[in-house]
């Protein structure tokens, strides 16, 4: 692209998150970010037609039609497809956000990685919550040295009644790959990995169980999608332990259904400071013990903008397009990293115990 173009965007799948995208791309054009939405793709004719008469843009069956009109799309559909987007995206020389997680097994997140890698464009990965304000602040006081070495993460994602409506492509295994652990669960996992700057994943130990959502009587609360009679065949809460190179660990609590308070809370813990931050209400504090005056617990609470994560996100994608470079941030290769977590979850339920993901290089070092 020349200096000054506008980016064009096109979206893929035009459901609920679609139109989350739509409205910040929209907010970034009213801004004066150089990007329009040309278009969207669904297989569905119903939403392409509420799709085209909210945002007042030509919509398509057939995803050749949307590329010919874009240079970049975003991939919001189901798990199971992303990988058909994804790559013929790719294929057509343009650059994707293709919505988390990479796809619905790690065979096909492969497939997507390898596809990116011989690319002309590149592929981001739609992580959102890297760009929540608190997280922003956390990581650049991590990076720089500010909390020594980080060497475990407490990572919360849970709901105490949130299972997505029941019956819907969420519920459905061979649509979505896995149920809580795979959809805010990866959020989770990929946050606290960013957090330590992904060290390599060594060992996983965990167990993903359905507790509520294939129940009779579960009680319907906080539930956005509609609750249907079809398929509920995935898991509805998770718990792990990832162990990373250098001993430094994870422990993961995912859940879409739970009889505790719901949590969006992550636990840092470094070698010179610690914090706590919230991904729900933005909030931040770090943990410190000083001696100035005498010996002290110093918490301070760091307070943050209320820009939205997804606005952030859309914007680095846009100037990413409008570069031609990739954005140095979501990449394929932490999604992929991430999907190998999720799946190794999966396995060590069926196994009942640890899965070994790869060496340790400090334990290689010492033999």
Same mark, same amino acid.
């Given at each position: ?26 907010? !970034? ?6 990007? @329009? ?5 669904? +297989? %569905?004719?119903? #939403?392409? &037609? $509420? ?45 994707? !956000? ?6 619905? @097994? ?5 497939? +997507? %990685?390898?596809? #990116?890698? &011989? $690319? ?67 959020? $989770? ?67 879409? $259904? ?110």
């Amino acid at each position: 692209m020349q200096d000054g173009d506008t980016v064009r965007i096109g979206i893929v799948g035009l459901g609920g998150i679609a139109r989350l995208h739509a409205d910040q791309l929209s907010a !970034l054009e009213a801004d004066g970010v150089p990007v @329009t939405l040309v278009g969207g793709m669904d +297989i %569905a004719s119903d #939403a392409r &037609d $509420a799709f085209a008469d909210e945002y007042d843009v030509p919509t398509f069956a057939d995803e050749d039609a949307l590329y010919d009109r874009a240079d970049a799309v975003v991939v919001t559909t189901p798990n199971c497809v992303h990988e058909e987007y994804a790559v013929s995206a790719l294929d057509a020389g343009l650059d994707v !956000l293709v919505e988390k997680p990479l796809a619905h @097994t790690v065979e096909s997140a492969e497939r +997507i %990685a390898a596809a #990116a890698s &011989d $690319a002309d464009g590149f592929c981001m990965v739609g992580f959102h919550n890297r760009f929540s304000p608190a997280v922003r602040a956390l990581k650049a006081r991590v990076d720089d040295g500010h909390f020594g070495e980080v060497y475990h993460v407490e990572a919360n994602y849970v709901r105490r009644r949130g299972v997505p409506g029941r019956g819907s492509w969420f519920t459905d295994e061979s649509a979505a790959g896995g149920g809580a652990l795979i959809d805010i669960g990866a959020h $989770a996992i990929d946050l606290a990995l960013h957090v330590m700057d992904f060290p390599a994943v060594v060992e996983v130990l965990g167990t993903a169980r359905s507790t509520f959502g294939a129940r009779e009587d579960y009680t319907y609360l906080e539930m956005w999608g509609d609750d249907g009679d079809g398929e509920f065949s995935v898991d509805d809460g998770a718990h792990a332990l990832v162990r990373c190179a250098d001993g430094r660990t994870v422990a993961l609590e995912a859940a879409w $259904a739970a009889n505790r308070p719901p949590d969006t809370s992550y636990v840092v813990e470094g070698s010179d400071a610690g914090a706590e931050f919230d991904i729900g209400d933005e909030t931040l504090t770090i943990y410190e013990v000083e001696d100035v005056g005498g010996a002290q617990f110093a918490d301070t609470e760091v307070r943050t903008d209320d820009t939205v994560p997804h606005r952030l996100e859309d914007r680095r994608f846009v100037e990413a397009v409008a570069a031609g470079e990739p954005p140095g941030t979501n990449t394929v290769q932490e999604a992929l990293t991430v999907q190998r977590v999720v799946d190794a979850i999966y396995e060590s339920t069926e196994t009942g115990s640890a899965v070994r993901l790869a060496d340790d290089p400090a334990v290689e070092a010492n033999d």
